[in-house]
Nanobody
Framework: QVQLVESGGGLVQAGGSLRLSCVASGSNFRINAMGWYRQAPGKQRELVAT???????SYADSVKGRFTISRDNTKNTVYLQMNSLKPEDTAVYSC?????????????????WGQGTQVTVSS
């Protein structure tokens, strides 16, 4: 199977920056789109940014101009560079990936999720 593991979360002051990473590990798989979501306490999970296999990106309006999503296909890794952080960016950030898993004859497509990493922005 495939696992996604995030890193890079932490505590930062408003106006600061953090870089999140998410690595996919396993064997016999191919990654299509990848993305970052976040969920703040008492709120629904929301989409932050996505990136396709060819590098096309999209962002939530609330993070446009401040966050940048990128990926390194050679490392099966997606990144989220977060600049000019605000207290309202505080949330658990999770990555996901649409993956084709091909252990033998035939492939199955599934969406995989990481366990999440906490980002806290103090005012």
């Amino acid at each position: 199977q495939v696992q996604l593991v995030e890193s890079g979360g932490g505590l930062v002051q408003a106006g600061g920056s953090l870089r999140l990473s998410c690595v996919a590990s396993g064997s016999n798989f191919r990654i299509n789109a990848m993305g970052w979501y976040r969920q703040a306490p008492g709120k629904q999970r929301e989409l932050v940014a996505t990136i396709t296999s060819d590098g096309t990106t999209s962002y939530a309006d609330s993070v446009k101009g401040r966050f940048t999503i990128s990926r390194d296909n050679t490392k099966n890794t997606v990144y989220l560079q977060m600049n000019s952080l605000k207290p309202e960016d505080t949330a658990v950030y999770s990555c996901n990936a649409d993956i084709l898993f091909c252990p033998g004859i035939g492939c199955t497509g599934s969406r995989y999720w990481g366990q999440g990493t906490q980002v806290t922005v103090s005012s």
